[in-house]
């Protein structure tokens, strides 16, 4: 992966999810990069900044691909 690629990521987050913004995003992909692949969307909570509320706030808007 790229730096466009990162960015696109980021931005991604950004727009698609509720209370995720610019530290939040690179968090999760600073995550994924280091840890590889969300196993299920309650890996999220492994993400510093990520609590049980936002997460079941973007739980609809969340999948594992």
Partial sequence: GGRPQYL????????????IGKVKAASIVDHRAANGPFASVDDLLEVKGIG??????NR???SIN
């Fill in 8 to 19: 696109g990521a980021l931005q991604t987050l950004e727009r698609e999810l509720l209370g």
């Fill in 52 to 57: 049980a509320a936002i997460l079941e706030k």
């Fill in 60 to 62: 609809d808007r969340l």
